[in-house]
C-alpha cells in the first residue's frame, strides 16, 4: 500500500515521501481501516519537524486524526462488530497519512450517517480541546471574558462560536489586520490584532484596566507573554500549542502577587485521565454540536498524498481558509 514516510526530522515539504510499505495486519483488539481522509493539524507538522512533546520512532508515518472505512479485524468481538463501519480513525501513535491504518478498535468511533466525511475527519482534536479547555478545565462562568490568540484557527473559530452558545465573552487575537472583520461577523465579542501593538495594552484598554481572567494560547513566544501580562488577579491560562515554536517568558512576581496560574492542555491526557464512558458522552456531544454548526470544521482543499509537498505547504500558508485534508486517491 502506499504511505507517506520521513527518515528523518526535518522541513516537511522536504522529508515527507511517498512509499509502497507491505499492508499492516490488525492484532488483538485491532483493526484495519482503509483511509478516506485526513487533515494535516498543526500537530503532525510539529512531529514531522521533531518538535512535539512526544515523538515516534523513524521511520514513521504521520497522521492523528481522519475518516475511513474498517476492512480487517483482528480477534475480539468489538473490533468484529466494527468491520464495514465508517469510523473516527484516532490514531494517538500517528499512522493515518497512508492508504490504510491499524489502530486499536477502542480509537474507531462509528460516525452517523449525516455527519460528511471532512467533519468526521477532524472529528476529535479540535471540538474535545475547545469543550475540554472551556467548560471543564477553565470551566469559564457566563458573562466573564476569554482572551484567545491565534483566534481565526479552526479551534479558534470553535471557541467563538461555543463562548456564544454557553455565555462567555470572546476576546480574541489575531496576527493580520484582515482577519478581525471575519471574526467581528463569526461572534468574536471583541477582536485585536498583535500587529496594531502590545496586546495587554489592547487587553486593558477593553476590559477597563482590569486585564482578564481566563486565557488561552496556543502561540507561545512574545505573544504567549503578552497573554500572560494581561491577566487581571486570580487568574487562569492555558498553553495548549507552540506555533510560535519560541518560548514564553513571565515575572513570577506577577505569578505569585496576584495568584495568576498558567497551566499545560494536552487533550490526550485530559482524556486518558477520564472513564471511557464519559468520554463517549463527549463523543455524542461533538457530534450534536457539529450538527449545529458550532464545532464544525471550514473545509480547505482535498490533496491527494502523491502530492504531499503541496499539500503541506498549503497547510501552512499565513491566512489560508479551511482545513486542508490529505486523500489516498
Ligand atoms: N494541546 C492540545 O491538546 C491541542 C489540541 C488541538 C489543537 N491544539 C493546538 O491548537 C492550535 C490551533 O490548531 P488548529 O488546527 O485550529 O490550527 P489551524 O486551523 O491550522 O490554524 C492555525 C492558526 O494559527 C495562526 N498562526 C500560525 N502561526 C502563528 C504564529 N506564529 N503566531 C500567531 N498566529 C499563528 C494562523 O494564523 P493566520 O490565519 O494569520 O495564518 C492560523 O489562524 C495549534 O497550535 C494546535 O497544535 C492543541
Known amino acids: 500500500m502506499k504511505a507517506i514516510r520521513f527518515e528523518q526530522f526535518g522541513q516537511p515539504d522536504q522529508v515527507l515521501k511517498l512509499v509502497d510499505i507491505p499492508e499492516p495486519k490488525p492484532g488483538k483488539g485491532e483493526v484495519l481501516v482503509r483511509m478516506i481522509a485526513s487533515p494535516i493539524n498543526p500537530s503532525d507538522l510539529l512531529v514531522v519537524r521533531g518538535r512535539y512533546g512526544v515523538l515516534p520512532t523513524l521511520p514513521a508515518t504521520p497522521g492523528f ?6 476492512e ?10 466494527l468491520k464495514g463501519k465508517r469510523v473516527a480513525v484516532i490514531n494517538s501513535a500517528g499512522g493515518n497519512w497512508a492508504e490504510k491504518a491499524v489502530i486499536p478498535a477502542i480509537r474507531a468511533i462509528p ?7 471532512e467533519q468526521a475527519a477532524s472529528f476529535l482534536v479540535n471540538p474535545a480541546t475547545a469543550i475540554a479547555m472551556t467548560r471543564h478545565v477553565l470551566a469559564v462562568p457566563k458573562g466573564e471574558w476569554l482572551l ?6 479552526t ?12 455565555g462567555f465573552k470572546t ?32 487587553v486593558r484598554a477593553i476590559t477597563g484596566g482590569q486585564g482578564v481572567r481566563y ?16 491577566l487581571g488577579e486570580d487568574a487562569h ?31 490526550g491526557y485530559w482524556m486518558n485521565a477520564r472513564s471511557k464512558l464519559k468520554n463517549l458522552g463527549l463523543f455524542r456531544e461533538i457530534f450534536a454540536m457539529i450538527r449545529e454548526g458550532i464545532l464544525s470544521t471550514d473545509s480547505g482543499q482535498t490533496i491527494p498524498l502523491t502530492s504531499i509537498a503541496d499539500a503541506v505547504r498549503a497547510a501552512e500558508v499565513v491566512g489560508r481558509s479551511g482545513k486542508v485534508l490529505l486523500a489516498p486517491g
Open 65 to 70: 486524526e481522519g475518516v475511513g472505512v474498517v
Open 72 to 81: 480487517k479485524a483482528g480477534p475480539g468481538i468489538y473490533g468484529q462488530f
Open 111 to 117: 460516525v452517523p450517517s449525516d455527519i460528511p466525511d
Open 148 to 153: 484567545q490568540s491565534a483566534a481565526g484557527s
Open 155 to 166: 479551534l479558534g473559530k470553535m471557541i467563538i462560536k461555543l463562548g456564544k452558545h454557553d
Open 171 to 202: 476576546l480574541n487575537v489575531v496576527r493580520r489586520r484582515e482577519a478581525i472583520d471575519e471574526l467581528k461577523a463569526l461572534g468574536g465579542d471583541a477582536v485585536i490584532s498583535s500587529s496594531e501593538g502590545p496586546i495587554d495594552e489592547q
Open 215 to 230: 486565557a488561552i494560547d496556543p502561540v507561545g513566544g512574545e505573544t504567549g507573554s503578552q497573554v500572560f501580562k494581561s
Open 237 to 267: 491560562m492555558l498553553v495548549y500549542g507552540l506555533l510560535s515554536d519560541q518560548d514564553i517568558h513571565f515575572d513570577p512576581r506577577a505569578m505569585i502577587a496576584g495568584k495568576r496560574i498558567i497551566e499545560g492542555f494536552w487533550l
